[in-house]
């Protein structure tokens, strides 16, 4: 399928993802990976930060709100909570999760799923793999389009957690001279 893999391995690509376990037999496929120069411990909270908005393309994604970039301190997710929020708007819900290793949502009639893979020196491999049944005809175009906004999103998580946590922003006022 054109536009099924990025940045990821055959063995990535072998490895079991949450997902499956919501759709058997899908006609779409497709899989996502970003080297993180950070620990999973690091990267988690921003991933779970997918509750507030999409972080991929925020003109297209988001209604032109931007992404948060500071953490803002989230309780931990749980089954049932939302899965994404985009433009203001609620959407999908979260399936499966075992913090601080994978996340599993579904949008839209897709199940997605998010892997930290420790890796060697500190770094973390980041893998999503999305499962559908957009139809055969459909298929290739959901895989392109799929490729360009997931590629954007886990390199704004990438570019996040490398950075390190940024606490939520304060307004200081100048106090005048004494």
């Not at 992404?67 to 433009?87: A, F, K, M, Q």
Request: with cysteine; proline share 10%.
């Amino acid at each position: 399928m054109i536009g099924d893999r990025w940045g990821v391995t055959d063995s990535e690509t072998a490895l079991p993802y949450a997902c499956d376990e919501f759709m058997s037999s899908p006609t779409l496929q497709v899989w996502r990976g970003v080297t993180v120069q950070a620990p999973p411990e690091a990267l988690w909270p921003w991933l779970t930060q997918v509750r507030l908005a999409p972080y991929s393309y925020d003109w297209i994604d988001n209604a032109g709100r931007r992404s948060p970039r500071e953490l803002l301190g989230l309780p931990e997710p749980v089954v049932g909570d939302r899965y994404t929020t985009s433009g203001r708007r609620e959407m999908g819900r979260i399936v499966s999760i075992d913090h601080g290793r994978q996340f599993t949502g579904t949008i839209l009639g897709a199940f997605m799923s998010y892997l930290l893979v420790p890796d060697e020196h500190e770094t973390t491999r980041l893998l999503l793999k999305v499962v559908m049944n957009p139809g055969r005809l459909l298929a290739p175009a959901v895989s392109v389009g799929d490729l360009v906004m997931a590629r954007r999103q886990l390199l704004n998580f990438k570019a996040l957690a490398e950075q390190g946590p940024r606490p939520p922003a304060t307004t200081t006022t100048k106090q005048p001279p004494s």
